[in-house]
């Protein structure tokens, strides 16, 4: 079984809205302060990586008062470049908060281009990556592609795994990296 990377990330007050309860963009600040834990401690050096494709559910509620997160990074494939990852922030309660699915390109900053992971690093990271199943990985969704949802009586919509709270983010950095 592949290794699980945990990081805890505290919830500051100004994370919350109106509504009491941290708002859905900070989701994103979370995982990426534990991608950076996990690329610092995996790879042993400051991480220099962009994202290219961040797809995100958001599960259940995180309250300023809960104080902090659990932020858990699986690597799951791993590329000439990129990294796939599944990442999970977890409430006070052990609450799945949010579910998402990252995927990241190695940069050089001087360059400004995608560049492979060294030999090193590819080491460390397939020693962590979950293997992969047979028959690969789902796909994941064309930027653009229709998704699937149908309202419920309630009036909430609904997608193939539940209530949908999704937040969809593509970003292509370059053609060549992913």
């Given at each position: 079984m592949a290794a699980m990377f945990e990081r805890l990330v505290p919830v500051r007050w100004r994370d919350t809205d109106a509504q009491g309860h941290v708002n859905h963009a900070v989701f994103l600040t979370y995982l990426e302060e534990g991608r950076d834990a996990f690329y610092a401690q995996v790879i042993g050096a400051d991480p220099n990586y962009l994202v290219v494709r961040i797809e995100l559910d958001l599960r259940a509620e995180v309250?300023?008062?809960?104080?902090?997160?659990?932020?858990?990074?699986?690597?799951?494939?791993?590329?000439?470049?990129?990294?796939?990852?599944?990442?999970t922030v977890l409430n006070s309660s052990g609450e799945v908060a949010a579910e998402a699915r990252v995927v990241t390109v190695r940069w050089d900053p001087g360059q400004r281009a995608p560049i492979p992971f060294?030999?090193?690093?590819?080491?460390?990271?397939?020693?962590?990556?979950?293997?992969?199943?047979?028959g690969g990985l789902p796909a994941l969704p064309v930027p653009g592609e229709r998704f699937a949802a149908a309202r419920s009586r309630q009036g909430e919509w609904r997608g193939p795994r539940g209530p949908l709270h999704r937040l969809?983010?593509?970003?292509?950095?370059?053609q060549a990296g992913c």
């Open positions: 309250r300023h008062p809960d104080q902090q997160v659990t932020v858990r990074i699986q690597a799951e494939r791993l590329g000439t470049t990129s990294l796939t990852t599944r990442e060294s030999e090193p690093e590819r080491l460390r990271l397939s020693a962590v990556a979950t293997p992969e199943p047979p969809r983010y593509c970003y292509l950095v370059t």
